[in-house]
């Protein structure tokens, strides 16, 4: 490190107190010297940021940040809660031998840039650096450690040229389910060559046309266009992931209809790798809920495929609850089920109930009818559970083949197109869902587990269906296989072996994942790396051709339509641009230049931060992704992280399924394609709590701006008005939104950073109070005090040794402050500061040396200006950032003294005040030698002495 101190601060008035001023010079200086020294650049071992040799041998931490969207409005206070917490972590980690990389990207490609460039023409471009710009300085001031140069957006074209390049390695492979992984779909279509896979469709690969080659393939690519029924918000303009709907059916941004269109769109194979993005869980060191919110996300259900046979066709239905298939009494397909239309009879078949037909006069009637209504909505109100079920009979019977019998198949829409087969067999009698139709639909309830809560199998008595998997089966005996007396788990395991030897069935495991909707109708994101040629076959570009960069255009927005059409389909911002469109290429296929037509889509805003953090250890490397010697270095596997990954991971949790379970994607892709070492991006995660605020709202409910607030006994005015106060978010439109510049100008980022970090546990969400800032300006204000005179500004410490109860408060500090640093408790660990500081100023007088210089330690994780500064103060040339954290002495940290009974012949003779960590042998000596031990004895020779320190010692004489 550099060995300049830097100029000294201009002169502040006397006395020389610590004042915001102060803070601000202070601050701001050693913000230009941290910058100018590259006091934050973390070594690699190799490459264009590679350095200080002694560093790179140390153990890696690598300290992030979910990165930032960089919104125009600029952060608030609640905004850099984690980044706070994360610089405290990192330069803590910087204080104990480790080699740290911190740093902090934009995540930059969204929506409010492109609405803004909708409205007024100006580029996102140009927006979305302004934003950053402004962002970047905000956040400088807080004093954040972050190596900089590792540093870039997500819409540099430097970066998504490997964003696109990633797309391209996905596009290129499949997923091989024997091997369990992703390989080159080169691999694929060898294999296909030389007959060794059978190509689906039965026919030689060498007799399939080029189109038909690629609909082959399209089936296998863990990227792939198809026409799957996607989410269309007309109102948007665009299709949404399921991700983005809100539970009833709604855009979750702009609150527009959305509705289920058949279109053709990208998609990730996410679906390929639902095992291992479940097992994988188990190894990451995540908060509990999160996992539970990824796997129940991921939704792995076993179960079995039964067919039931219907007029030489089958229905394949998927069931949980193979055990009961004995109680099926009827059939229900999704409305969208493409056998419908095969089944449809033309007249209501004998034994059609009069409410099954919905008062159609022919199956096609009523089928057309129900349809229409199912279409117009979502999946979740389909499902609701409370909801009446509705349905209609498709005037078919199908076999059940346990027994023989013929039951009705309806259509309704508490059965999912998009879930198992779109097909299920109905067990009233133990479906809540299905017991509900039967009821309204006047079908059999036939009870095939016993009920264990003496209801009885008489079902017409019922008031609801019977739901358990620990009771007995009753009722289920066909010609050739019986599962009576069985328990549910014996049951399920017979007859799924029956159906497997019959042929008619099979276990199986469903996934509630789907794929990933991976294209967007929009101008402001990564342009697909794809282009069709003139038989539509898609080609990916060649990495010659990345990035592709996007054009400029007259019109940003997406065509939107009136929210409620359903019958429109989307137009992209990028096809009204033909130059750009149409091109003629050479994709090094050997089949030289040829006309093609881009893919106009746009990559959806996740795929930015899909892959950040690999960016980050190599951002400026040209000829790869990451250098595989460095990743190995930052994020490879080793002792306790089997996966590999980024040590600590801060952000909130609202991204538990999508962004984490995008990234962890994309990783496994890059993992098995031999890219990265790192099967998992995110070894160690933490949510962060949210900052809240105060609302206060008038008598008609508005906001009003806190800031002018006035409180008189416990009662709140603006204007002389009383309003009402509740607990809310932070921003602008609540009219509450604190600055973190207001906060460093009336006290200093130092504070700032203290009062952040001591508000509570980081994972706690907190209400922002701004009186009570002043109380971490107080301390830093004591503990500068306790180390420069405030009439001369001298440093006022003494080469002197410290008195013991000084040096006991110091150590138990220092060793509560490294364990509550270490484990993220910033909050404990001020506590713990505070008391030392209170200590030493009760004391009075000038500081030992020693002590102040352990206490300025002891901060600079936290307030690291102050620090920086006092440790100059302190006459020392290197800066503060890369010193060793201060190490408890443990005969300092323990209770002082605990007491020792000694007993001579069983009894009591002595009581000796004695170190907890005192050894058996002292504690022998230290007994023997007691005045009251001798006389005991009287000159007896001793025979045996016990001891158990430090507690107890017992002396039998001769
Ligand atoms: C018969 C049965 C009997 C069922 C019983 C349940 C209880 P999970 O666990 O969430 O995977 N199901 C299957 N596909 C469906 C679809 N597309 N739409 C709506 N429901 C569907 O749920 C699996 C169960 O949900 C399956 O097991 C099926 O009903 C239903 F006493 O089959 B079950």
Redesign the pocket.
Known sequence: MSETNPAAPAEVAAPHRYTAAVAAEIEARWQDFWDADGTYAAPNPKGDLAGDPELVAKPKKFVMDMFPYPSGAGLHVGHPLGYIATDVFARFQRMTGHNVLHTLGFDAFGLPAEQHAVQTGEHPRVTTEAAISNMKSQLRRLGLGHDKRRSFATIDPDYYKWTQWIFVQIFNSWYDDEAKKARPISELVARFESGERAVPGGRPWDALSATERADVLGEYRLAYASDAPVNWCPGLGTVLANEEVTADGRSERGNFPVFKAKLRQWNMRITAYADRLLDDLNELDWPEAIKLQQRNWI?R?E?ARVDFPVDGEAIT?????QD?LFG?TYMVL?PEHPLVEKFTPATWPEGTHDVWTGGHATPAEAVAAYRAQAASKSDVER?AEAKDKTGVFTGVFATNPVNGEQIPVFIAD????G?????????PA??TR?FAFARAFELPIRCVVEPSDGRGTDTSTWDDAF?SYDAKIVNSHGADVSLDGLGVAEAKARITEWLQSKGIGEGTV?F?LRDWLFSRQRYWGEPFPIVYDEDGIAHSLPESMLPLELPEVEDYSPRTFDPDDADTSPETPLSRNQDWVDVTLDLGDGRGPRPYRRETNTMPNWAGSCWYELRYLDPHNSEKLVDPEIEQYWMGPRAGQPHGGVDLYVGGAEHAVLHLLYARFWSKVLFDLGHISSPEPFHKLFNQGMIQAYVYRDSRGFPVPAAEIEERDGQFFHAGEPVKRELGKMGKSLKNAVTPEAICEEYGADTLRLYEMAMGPLDVSRPWDTRAVVGQYRLLQRLWRNIVDEATGDVTVVDAEPDEATLRALHKAIDGVRHDLEGLRFNTAIAKVTELNNHLTKTGGALARPVAEALVLLIAPLAPHIAEELWRKLGHTDSVVHQDFPVADPQYVVDETVTCVVQVKGKVKARLEVSPAISDDELEKVALADEKVVAALGGAGIRKVIVRAPKLVNIVPA
């Open positions: 939704g259900s179960g239905v998927f069931t949980t609850r009961t099926a999704a499902q508490y059965v999912l197109m879930y198992g087969t779109g097909a299920i067999m109905a067990v133990h479906d299905d739901v469903n509630r």
